[in-house]
C-alpha cells in the first residue's frame, strides 16, 4: 500500500484581484443590473423595458468593456421584445396574439434571469432570437 503526499491547495484571497480577463464584481453587479431591469415593464408598461438598460448601458459603458457588452445586448434584447410585444397587440384582431404575447413574456422573463445570473457568474450571455440593433 503506498501513500501519497497531498499537497494543501492555497485558498483565494478575497481581496486579490480576479484573474486577467474576468471582470471586475462592480462590472458584474452593472451587467446584472442592466439585464434585470428589463423588470421596468411591470411598472412602465410600453416603455419601461427600454429605459433601464439604456440608463445602465448609457451611464456605465465607459468604466469597463463587460457593462458596455452586456449592456447592448440587454438594449438589444429588449428592443426585439418590445417589437415582438407590438406584433402580439396586433395580432389580437386575429386572436392568436393572445398566445403569443403570453409565449413572448415568459420567454423574455426566462432569458432575462438566465441572463442576469450568467453575466453575474462573469459570462458574457448572448440571447437566442435577439435582433442585434444596436452594434
Request: glycine share 8%; aromatic share 8%; charged share 15%.
Amino acid at each position: 500500500m503506498t501513500t501519497e503526499q497531498i499537497t494543501p491547495q492555497p485558498t483565494p484571497d478575497p481581496q486579490s484581484p480576479p484573474p486577467p480577463g474576468t471582470p471586475s464584481p462592480q462590472a458584474r453587479q452593472w451587467a446584472l443590473i442592466a439585464h434585470l431591469s428589463g423588470f421596468l415593464a411591470c411598472v412602465l408598461p410600453g416603455i419601461g423595458q427600454l429605459i433601464g438598460p439604456l440608463i445602465v448601458w448609457q451611464l456605465k459603458k465607459d468604466e469597463d468593456p463587460f457593462i458596455d457588452d452586456q449592456g447592448k445586448e440587454a438594449l438589444n434584447f429588449q428592443i426585439t421584445v418590445s417589437l415582438l410585444m407590438l406584433l402580439s397587440f396586433v395580432l389580437m384582431l386575429v386572436v392568436i396574439g393572445f398566445f403569443l404575447m403570453g409565449l413572448v413574456a415568459i420567454g423574455a422573463i426566462v432569458l432575462m434571469i438566465i441572463a442576469a445570473i450568467k453575466s453575474n457568474e462573469g459570462i458574457a450571455y448572448r440571447y437566442p432570437f435577439c435582433w442585434r440593433v444596436i452594434k
